[in-house]
């Protein structure tokens, strides 16, 4: 059956328009509810949101959903999308669910759930939810005594801070490290700097004024350009930016340059493979990854496994195959000894173990490898399937002739808006250049066509 309302990380949307409505919220609850209880005991669920002005609204339409199937509700409030995870399966409930756009603007809203063990729901959970969203109402109806109750959880912010801290080691301190935290006007507003601080680090905050319309607005992972600033300004040693649910992190270095995702797992997959930590040999990245981070791994004597666009892919692969170390180049990292999802926060404490424990700065720190020069273009698409058409095809074809063996070609369609995305990289920053822009006009065209 064709997914309705699922896309590649749960269900996403204009809040307000379909299909992130409060009326979806509702059947999401009852059909979620209803799959994830068995039996006659209680059952829980766990939910959390970020700082946009909608998740009130989504907030209490899935907190109705689930009452009324029976199922019991721990409210969070605003929590990292890991800190949903993660309360979880320290609650023992039956699910778990984050109500957040993650890097989308303000405008946007999602949901996203999870299973017992904090890990999010299978394509085969998603679309049975899907399916029982449809059935008639009083199937899933819980009688009137079994009505479900809810509980907000005034403990949940001090619980992660805790469980944050404790990924590092007992004797690794941030006293002299004066660190730059950007929150994004999100989730970690207030978890994030508390955590650096209880740590010893001086902590200098931007975006955490939340307004439930700034969120991601000029801040955060996304536009990175505000901390870089702030850590010039403020000759800070590191700085530190979150996404809107704080599940991706982006690093500053001292000198106010960005740090990306892929030179990220470079230094986290070094030290922990230095001290035998990192299990099965290497780490999963996805497709978009630069080719540099690739070819630095294989030097060290290190693997690298390429999944499709999307943490959850990385995730399922590195459970299958035992890695611990996988993320994707945004800056999402998944860290499985610790996490269940990617973490901002705990990567973010990862690399500064590593500044803290070498005595360089991040500059030196977080610079492994050069990377390839890579190209990405988002062309926008409203009808059709533009990769579909000879003429893309054909100039893909060529494209991939022309980079033969010194660089790679990923194009896509996005899970999350109706954009594709071409991307290339190689050695040859021109031809690079080239082969993104005629495959770029040929989707455009393509996409003319179908209008």
């Known amino acids: 059956m064709a997914r309705r309302y699922f896309g590649t990380d749960g269900i996403r949307g204009l809040a307000n328009s379909l299909p992130m409505t409060s009326e979806t919220a509702l059947k999401v609850g009852m059909a979620a509810g209803k799959l994830f209880s068995n039996g006659q005991r209680r059952h829980r669920v766990v939910i959390g949101k970020d700082t946009r002005l909608s998740g009130y609204m989504i ?65 085969e959970a998603e679309s049975r939810i899907e399916a029982l969203m449809v059935a008639p109402t009083d199937q899933l109806l819980a009688p009137a005594a079994r009505i479900g109750r809810a509980k907000r959880i005034e403990s949940a912010q001090e619980r992660y801070i805790e469980y944050a801290k404790r990924t590092l080691p007992r004797d690794i301190r941030l006293n002299d490290l004066r660190v730059v935290i950007d929150c994004a ?41 505000a901390v870089c600033e702030k850590v010039r300004e403020m000759r800070a040693d590191i700085g530190v930016s979150l996404d809107g649910d704080a599940d991706r992190v982006v690093i500053v ?41 690739e070819r630095y791994l294989s030097e060290i004597g290190l693997a690298m496994v390429r999944t499709p666009v999307g943490d959850r892919y990385v995730m399922e692969h590195m459970r299958k195959h035992g890695y611990n170390v996988g ?32 005595g360089r700065p991040v500059s030196e720190v977080c610079k492994r490898f050069e990377p390839l020069p890579q190209i990405l273009q988002n062309v926008p698409y409203q009808n059709g399937a533009p990769l579909d058409q000879d003429l893309v095809k054909e100039a893909i074809d060529r494209g991939k002739a022309r980079l033969g063996g010194n660089g790679r070609l990923v194009i896509r369609p996005s899970g999350t808006e109706p954009v594709i995305r071409v991307m290339a990289e190689g050695d040859d920053e021109r031809l690079v250049h080239q082969v993104v822009g005629d495959i770029a006009d040929a989707v455009r065209k393509a996409a003319a066509l179908a209008a």
């Open 59 to 123: 907030e209490s339409a899935l907190m109705s959903g689930f009452t009324a199937v029976g199922m019991d509700v721990f409210l969070l409030g605003p929590m990292p999308t890991p800190a949903v995870a993660m309360l979880t399966r320290s609650l023992r409930a039956d699910l778990g669910v984050m109500i957040s756009a993650s890097h989308n603007p303000s405008e946007d809203n999602g949901i996203k759930l999870f299973d017992p063990d904090g890990y999010k729901l299978s394509d």
């Open 185 to 225: 006007n999100g989730a970690g507003y207030q978890v994030a700097p508390d955590a650096l601080w209880e740590l010893g680090a001086e902590v200098i905050k931007i975006g955490v004024e939340p307004n439930g319309h700034n969120i991601n607005l000029k801040c955060g992972s996304t536009a990175p350009e």
């Open 253 to 293: 270095d001292e000198k106010g340059r960005i740090v990306d995702g892929d030179q990220i797992m470079a230094v986290i997959a070094e030290s922990w493979h230095q001290r035998g930590r990192l299990t099965a040999g290497g780490i999963v990245a996805t497709v978009m990854s630069n080719l540099g981070l």
């Open 327 to 358: 993320g994707e180049q945004s800056g999402h990292i998944v860290l499985s000894d610790f996490t269940t999802t990617g973490d901002g926060l705990v990567t973010a404490l990862q690399v500064l173990s590593v500044v803290v424990g070498t």
